[in-house]
């Protein structure tokens, strides 16, 4: 058996071994586990059922990345992405009013595009579509978008009538607590400490439940809470959608999750030395596994499933197979015995984790050719839009608006897609029918 894991996963090949690849899959799970409790959290502002929510966020994780290991055999890990679980349960449920049930039909239909888009390996004429710079910054953008989310939760920043925001106020135990976590897992992460998130989100609940700010639950190991609030629940309501505005959020389901989750599989093949001729082997099976997880978790009862960047704490310590991806994934499923928690994991414990993975994911800012005012004024557009307009869509919206324009001012405008002009009525009638009538 030990040899047939080893020939097909090509672990002599990699120049690994079983035992660093356990390691690795552990190692990713760790860093990663914070979306168990942060992924309940942010979609329970939605009205979802945290517990199935829970139970939804592990499976779908544990099959995506068991998919992943065995069809693409990548040491890359999936989840519940952040970021479109932020768009989902606060832009498209709380900003727009649409009801959770409807917009879990929304990335059930965009699953269903997702793997059409596969299966015929249009993937390519997409990414070509959208420029470069447009995607880093709408992978910044939503990185200021949820680090704005956790500032706010955590009670580090607070509306107010002259301002519009202020700092919070200091003598309120809860920040405090907030301001912790993040001290914590800032410094983890500077000193790359394995799971930084993870571990600063467990300090960060230690003191509160020592200083009573959190209370203590009353078990830590349970039967894995019920799916019936969610399950299948997508199917029911996929007649809902039924505007071009419900449209418009199942097109940004697909196009955020799309490009994010493309971005990050092409980053973590180029850490793992993967990448060929400036092209990633074996991308559509791992695409048709990321798609299938993201189907399977609009059934269950969660946002998109993609790719996680901290795959590529596995990747550093060794991991270079798929079956660092599926020993994350049977850690997935482990840990549906630990939803007891879910009641000390407040919104200050989750706080730091999407302020620091927002942080991460304004990496990619860099990539932006900001002296090239055509580009750098729409990418600047979706960047700025996002936390300022509280919706990742509207920031999509306004960069993909101005961008033909600026093109075209900048007798650049042959060089922009066909695809892009028709993204730019879309959008423009995507605003009006959102924020006019």
Same mark, same amino acid.
């Given at each position: 058996?030990?040899?047939?894991?080893?020939?097909?996963?090509?672990?002599?090949?990699?120049?690994?071994?079983?035992?660093?690849?356990?390691?690795?899959?552990?190692?990713?799970?760790?860093?990663?586990?914070?979306?168990?409790?942060?992924?309940?959290?942010?979609?329970?502002?939605?009205?979802?059922?945290?517990?199935?929510?829970?139970?939804?966020?592990?499976?779908?994780?544990?099959?995506?990345?068991?998919?992943?290991?065995?069809?693409?055999?990548?040491?890359?890990?999936?989840?519940?992405?952040?970021?479109?679980?932020?768009?989902?349960?606060?832009?498209?449920?709380?900003?727009?009013?649409?009801?959770?049930?409807?917009?879990?039909?929304?990335?059930?239909?965009?699953?269903?595009?997702?793997?059409?888009?596969?299966?015929?390996k249009l993937r390519e004429l997409i990414i070509d579509a959208i420029p470069a710079d447009l995607k880093y910054a709408i992978s910044g953008g939503i990185g200021l978008f949820i680090a704005f989310l956790g500032l706010s939760?955590?009670?580090?920043?607070?509306?107010?009538?002259?301002?519009?925001?202020?700092?919070?106020?200091?003598?309120?135990?809860?920040?405090?607590?907030?301001?912790?976590?993040?001290?914590?897992?800032?410094?983890?992460?500077?000193?790359?400490?394995?799971?930084?998130?993870?571990?600063?989100?467990?300090?960060?609940?230690?003191?509160?439940?020592?200083?009573?700010?959190?209370?203590?639950?009353?078990?830590?190991?349970?039967?894995?809470?019920?799916?019936?609030?969610?399950?299948?629940?997508?199917?029911?309501?996929?007649?809902?959608?039924?505007?071009?505005?419900?449209?418009?959020?199942?097109?940004?389901?697909?196009?955020?999750?799309?490009?994010?989750?493309?971005?990050?599989?092409?980053?973590?093949?180029?850490?793992?030395?993967?990448?060929?001729?400036?092209?990633?082997?074996?991308?559509?099976?791992?695409?048709?596994?990321?798609?299938?997880?993201?189907?399977?978790? #609009?059934? /269950?009862?969660?946002?998109?499933?993609?790719?996680?960047?901290?795959? $590529?704490? +596995? !990747? =550093?310590? %060794?991991?270079?197979?798929?079956?660092?991806?599926?020993?994350?994934?049977?850690?997935?499923?482990?840990?549906?015995?630990?939803?007891?928690?879910?009641?000390?994991?407040?919104?200050?414990?989750?706080?730091?984790?999407?302020?620091?993975?927002?942080?991460?994911?304004?990496?990619?800012?860099?990539?932006?050719?900001?002296?090239?005012?055509?580009?750098?004024?729409? #990418?600047? /557009?979706?960047?700025?839009?996002?936390?300022?307009?509280?919706?990742? $869509?509207? +920031? !999509? =919206?306004? %960069?993909?608006?101005?961008?033909?324009?600026?093109?075209?001012?900048?007798?650049?405008?042959?060089?922009?897609?066909?695809?892009?002009?028709?993204?730019?009525?879309?959008?423009?009638?995507?605003?009006?029918?959102?924020?006019?009538?």
């Open positions: 058996m030990k040899e047939k894991i080893v020939s097909y996963f090509e672990i002599e090949k990699l120049n690994t071994t079983v035992r660093r690849e356990v390691l690795a899959g552990f190692t990713t799970f760790i860093s990663m586990a914070y979306i168990l409790f942060v992924n309940p959290t942010v979609l329970g502002a939605s009205g979802m059922d945290e517990g199935a929510v829970f139970t939804a966020t592990a499976i779908a994780s544990a099959l995506g990345c068991i998919l992943m290991g065995i069809l693409a055999r990548y040491p890359i890990a999936t989840a519940p992405a952040l970021g479109i679980n932020a768009f989902f349960a606060y832009s498209v449920c709380v900003g727009m009013g649409v009801p959770w049930e409807t917009a879990l039909a929304g990335v059930f239909v965009a699953s269903l595009i997702f793997i059409l888009i596969t299966i015929f939760e955590g009670g580090v920043i607070v509306s107010n009538e002259s301002t519009l925001v202020a700092l919070g106020p200091l003598n309120v135990g809860t920040t405090w607590l907030t301001i912790f976590g993040l001290i914590v897992t800032a410094i983890l992460l500077v000193r790359r400490v394995p799971g930084g998130i993870f571990i600063g989100m467990a300090a960060t609940t230690v003191l509160g439940l020592v200083t009573g700010l959190i209370q203590a639950p009353d078990k830590l190991i349970s039967s894995a809470p019920s799916l019936k609030p969610t399950f299948l629940v997508a199917l029911k309501h996929v007649g809902d959608i039924n505007s071009i505005q419900l449209w418009v959020v199942v097109l940004t389901f697909l196009l955020v999750t799309f490009f994010d989750t493309a971005g990050t599989l092409v980053g973590l093949a180029n850490q793992a030395g993967f990448m060929k001729d400036n092209k990633m082997p074996r991308v559509g099976k791992a695409l048709a596994a990321d798609s299938t997880a993201m189907l399977a978790g #609009s059934l /269950l009862g969660t946002s998109p499933v993609g790719a996680y960047v901290e795959s $590529s704490a +596995g !990747i =550093a310590v %060794g991991g270079r197979s798929g079956l660092t991806a599926i020993t994350t994934g049977v850690f997935f499923i482990f840990s549906l015995l630990f939803s007891p928690l879910l009641s000390v994991v407040t919104s200050q414990v989750t706080a730091p984790a999407l302020i620091v993975v927002g942080v991460l994911m304004a990496q990619s800012l860099s990539q932006i050719k900001w002296k090239e005012m055509e580009i750098a004024i729409p #990418s600047f /557009l979706i960047l700025l839009g996002m936390p300022l307009t509280y919706s990742i $869509s509207d +920031g !999509i =919206a306004l %960069g993909f608006i101005f961008y033909p324009i600026t093109m075209i001012a900048a007798k650049r405008g042959k060089e922009v897609s066909p695809i892009m002009y028709v993204l730019f009525f879309v959008f423009v009638g995507f605003m009006w029918i959102l924020n006019v009538n």
